[in-house]
């Protein structure tokens, strides 16, 4: 495993993609590859890209990470899926990526399949991330179906998150209703050739114009504790960026956006409290899997089975049943 | 707080209202009055409706509420938005809903806004559920947004599960790629009246026709331990029900298709085992949040801020962190 990870330092794909893959399954060699790899990371851009299904987000992604090529960057593209537990998805969307990226040794692709557990989904993106980060790549697209919360938890661990939008998904309200606005640090309509991208803009113009929503959302609880939480930064106006992924209109003046940002970030100090952020959601994740592991495995199959089956016959409530097996239990 | 679980039960509106803002806010008092209300659950219908924005769910809720009604059932309505933290969102749709059905004291309805976190979110909705439940609800429809693994995880605690599509939300890969589909217990094609209606039905039948997925989604750790995962249920083909929301139509074929389902739960033994999934599911969601809470209370916001900051010098990977933390505390 450790010539793996020194493989994988060195360039070699084959030992990166195997080394990925070990690090997803998550056994104890995971653990000390990535600890390992983890003073070599903390050099990428992480770029989030978020948005509901039908605004061309992969399309987006594979001609961001085609503009970052030309510009010498190397890119790794990160691609969640969490409601797709069967492959088709993922594959298909790889596919359609693999036209334009296929041979370009600057470029690594990987889809997420599902992980069993949300917390795992979690867990296995920031591992692979933090091995696309060690191995040298310069930016790293982490692409999420943005309509769920768990989405939104993902994308925002990134440096600088982009809520994708476009013309005609049903009405503006739901446009608002989908809710990652507070999340974005740019906004881009793409399909800006339709009809209508006047009015996605206008919405989304009008929103950010009313003032910042209180930064109120799903912060996770060791950021709470942590006193990480209501440090929102102000100095930064998301901008509003038009493309049309399929022709790579509008992508340049995105690229641009992504580049100020990360100015943005570096001079604000807002960099340094974001990589906190993310060390802190990323341990309270941790945490709370290997917890609830601990404890199940604790509990065992037979307790487990009784005390569910005395809820479901209603001589217990769930919260006191809980109290119950919590006061049975040892120290993790 | 005894009284107003008694007035609740008696049916005053007012009571209960007071009663779930109580149980949303998950204190002390908020477990004694779940645990009073339990053994008077078990006893409604629970139907989660799932669909990506623009599907027209909210107004498909509405219609099946009004066909209840009409059938002389009570119906609560838990609308759940976890990606709206500012209450926009949410109060738009009960404002649409109240046009139709308020004063009738008939129908509840109650929309869940964020709770800080997702576990908080899952914990609050199925407290809410087991309110409306105990109080005589007979039938409560759960609305979540369902693009996301957190709402589908909301969705599949119901008895019964409409994953609900439309036409022309982007192409028709997104519609397999929202990959919710193995979760449904019934699929509806709304906005059936618009072009490509056809193409969106023909596309689930052929998903459908393939076979059924393995189901190797997103299952608890509880229910792993418990043994609940792998027992999916062979006996029912979900049907393909095509309705226009706005007008009524197909409404009442897909009140029929639900009356059905339930039967088929009861005949089955199927109700039972949803049943057990619910209680595990819920069991284990309390869990997590219980033992991330006290956990991070023993590590106290000094030491949680400095491990934090030395994973973010590279100074220690987070994997390492955690083991570290799990070693200094004591038993939950």
Redo the contacts between chains.
């Keep these: 495993m450790m010539k793996l990870v020194e493989q994988a330092l060195t360039g070699d794909r084959r030992a990166l993609a195997r080394l990925i893959t070990l690090v997803e399954n998550n056994g104890a060699e995971a653990?000390e590859a990535?600890?390992t790899?983890?003073?070599h990371?903390?050099r990428a851009h992480i770029v989030g890209v978020t948005g509901?299904?039908?605004?061309g987000k992969s399309t987006l992604v594979n001609e961001l990470a085609k503009a970052y090529r030309a510009q010498g960057a190397t890119v790794g593209i990160v691609a969640v899926?969490?409601?797709?537990?069967?492959s088709?998805?993922a594959l298909?969307?790889d596919r359609v990526r693999m036209r334009d990226l296929f041979g370009d040794p600057g470029v690594f692709i990987r889809s997420m399949a599902?992980r069993?557990?949300?917390g795992g989904?979690a867990r296995a993106t920031?591992d692979v991330v933090q091995v696309l980060d060690a191995v040298g790549y310069d930016v790293i697209l982490v692409e999420t179906?943005g309509?769920?919360?768990?989405?939104?938890?993902i994308a925002r661990t990134a440096h600088t998150t982009l809520v994708v939008e476009a013309p005609g998904?049903?009405?503006e309200?739901?446009a608002?209703?989908?809710?990652?606005l507070?999340i974005a640090d740019i906004l881009v309509v793409n399909k800006a050739d339709r009809e209508g991208a006047i009015h996605t803009v206008r919405a989304l113009q009008m929103m950010l114009d009313l003032g910042q929503?209180?930064v109120?959302?799903?912060?996770?609880?060791?950021m709470e504790?942590?006193?990480l939480v209501g440090l929102a930064d102000d100095g930064w106006k998301p901008p509003i960026c038009q493309t049309v992924a399929t022709s790579g209109q509008g992508v340049p003046e995105l690229m641009d956006c992504i580049a100020d940002h990360r100015a943005y970030l570096r001079e604000s100090g807002e960099w340094?409290r974001r990589?906190?952020l993310r060390?802190?959601a990323?341990?309270?994740n941790?945490?709370?899997e290997?917890?609830?592991?601990h404890?199940?495995?604790q509990?065992?199959?037979e307790r487990?089975?009784e005390?569910?089956?005395r809820?479901?016959r209603?001589e217990?409530?769930?919260?006191?049943?809980?109290e119950a097996?919590?006061r049975q239990?040892?120290?993790?």
């Design positions: 653990h990535l600890s790899l983890y003073p990371t903390g509901a299904p039908g605004t899926d969490p409601t797709s537990p069967f088709g998805g298909l969307g599902s069993g557990s949300l989904l920031a179906v309509a769920g919360q768990s989405e939104v938890e998904l049903g009405d309200v739901q608002l209703k989908a809710g990652v507070e929503p209180q109120t959302m799903h912060h996770g609880q060791a504790v942590a006193g340094e990589e906190r060390a802190a990323q341990l309270e941790l945490l709370r290997r917890l609830i592991a404890l199940l495995d509990i065992g199959q487990l089975n005390i569910i089956a809820v479901v209603r217990v409530d769930p919260h006191s049943a809980v097996l919590l239990v040892d120290s993790p």
